[in-house]
């Protein structure tokens, strides 16, 4: 595999040359050249710019060019050079807080008043600080215990939004026929109502326990965690022939990286810092369909 990268900057405005200026200066800092590849372009929606570095860029180099991006309002991805973006044939991405605006889990737990609660244990996990995802989860869970049902339908109907892009991501992607999945820690009912809304081929999920119309407070077979996510992507690839380097990852917290490694293309979409850095694109500016143009 070759050394080098191209580095790709989203914006929803025309990018600026004085950023080209600056990232090509700190990377020459680095004793890294950029190239230009092509000029400026857009698709209506976004403008584009790449460039080549001759080096692989660390971790700490590649934060910095994002924090010089960041204040041009403009987004850096950092993709391997020999990529063949006619190649991916998959697309797998994160239901909550990365497809949809919210953390459903934290919003059914509002009807109990125990929302602030159930949501700083969600983040703890999200940022990597709780490392057992399916023991977080249960735990959230169980504090949801004798909640009506119909919650859930009033959470999907007045809090859940598809986060910018969204329809227009599964859209380009169905267009492109790029097998589509949904993998999930959240929850069955919204991520089969995502399936109808969006068109995903396939999802999963978790499924709440309800007796008499309540929740018991338990999830009904094995919890779809981190690892789970990367199965249903690896079990999805050998399906269609092809193998997880053929696959775009979009995710936001720590259960998602395993998925995400190993992809040929992986977006942290408004992640939490332990996504950003170890992702090859980061959206902090940018809509999800912004990742058609990493794509095409």
Same mark, same amino acid.
């Given at each position: 595999?070759?050394?080098?990268?191209?580095?790709?900057?989203?914006?929803?405005?025309?990018?600026?040359?004085?950023l080209a200026? #600056? %990232?090509?200066?700190? =990377?020459? &800092?680095f !004793?890294?050249?950029?190239?230009?590849?092509? +000029?400026?372009?857009?698709?209506?929606?976004?403008?584009s710019?790449?460039?080549?570095?001759?080096?692989?860029?660390?971790?700490?180099?590649?934060?910095?060019?994002?924090?010089?991006a960041?204040?041009?309002?403009?987004?850096?991805c950092?993709?391997?050079?020999?990529l063949?973006?006619?190649?991916?044939?998959?697309?797998?991405?994160?239901?909550?807080?990365?497809?949809?605006?919210?953390?459903?889990?934290?919003?059914?737990?509002d009807f109990?008043?125990?929302?602030?609660?159930?949501?700083?244990?969600?983040?703890?996990?999200m940022?990597?600080?709780?490392?057992?995802?399916?023991?977080?989860l249960?735990r959230?869970?169980?504090?949801?215990?004798?909640?009506?049902?119909?919650?859930?339908e009033?959470?999907?109907?007045?809090?859940?939004?598809?986060?910018?892009?969204?329809? #227009? %991501?599964?859209?380009? =992607?169905? &267009?492109? !026929?790029?097998?589509?999945?949904?993998?999930? +820690?959240?929850?069955?009912?919204?991520?089969?109502?995502?399936?109808?809304?969006?068109?995903f081929?396939?999802?999963?999920?978790?499924?709440?326990?309800?007796i008499?119309?309540?929740?018991?407070?338990?999830?009904?077979?094995?919890?779809?965690?981190?690892?789970?996510?990367?199965?249903?992507?690896?079990?999805a690839?050998?399906?269609?022939?092809?193998?997880?380097?053929?696959?775009i990852t979009?995710?936001?917290?720590?259960?998602?990286?395993?998925?995400?490694?190993?992809?040929?293309?992986?977006?942290?979409y408004k992640?939490?810092?332990?996504?950003?850095?170890k992702?090859?694109?980061?959206?902090?500016?940018?809509?999800?369909?912004?990742?058609?143009?990493?794509?095409s």
């Amino acid at each position: 595999m070759p050394n080098y990268q191209t580095l790709v900057a989203l914006s929803k405005e025309p990018l600026s040359e004085r950023l080209a200026f #600056e %990232l090509k200066d700190q =990377a020459l &800092q680095f !004793g890294v050249s950029l190239h230009t590849i092509d +000029g400026q372009i857009s698709n209506g929606a976004y403008h584009s710019e790449r460039w080549q570095a001759n080096q692989h860029l660390e971790i700490s180099q590649r934060e910095q060019l994002r924090f010089i991006a960041g204040r041009f309002n403009a987004d850096l991805c950092f993709l391997q050079a020999d990529l063949k973006v006619s190649d991916i044939q998959v697309l797998a991405m994160d239901m909550d807080s990365t497809l949809i605006n919210i953390e459903c889990i934290d919003e059914i737990a509002d009807f109990t008043g125990k929302k602030a609660e159930v949501a700083e244990i969600t983040a703890a996990t999200m940022r990597g600080e709780i490392k057992d995802f399916k023991e977080s989860l249960r735990r959230r869970v169980a504090l949801l215990e004798g909640v009506s049902a119909d919650s859930l339908e009033a959470v999907y109907k007045e809090r859940l939004r598809p986060n910018p892009g969204a329809a #227009e %991501l599964l859209a380009g =992607a169905h &267009q492109r !026929g790029i097998y589509t999945l949904l993998v999930s +820690g959240g929850f069955t009912f919204f991520t089969e109502k995502l399936r109808e809304q969006l068109g995903f081929k396939q999802t999963q999920a978790n499924t709440l326990e309800i007796i008499d119309g309540k929740l018991t407070g338990q999830v009904l077979g094995e919890v779809v965690d981190g690892l789970a996510k990367a199965t249903y992507l690896d079990e999805a690839c050998r399906t269609l022939g092809c193998s997880k380097a053929n696959s775009i990852t979009i995710g936001d917290g720590a259960n998602d990286l395993i998925m995400m490694n190993g992809s040929g293309i992986s977006v942290a979409y408004k992640a939490k810092p332990i996504v950003k850095e170890k992702a090859d694109a980061a959206f902090d500016h940018v809509g999800l369909d912004a990742a058609l143009l990493l794509i095409s």
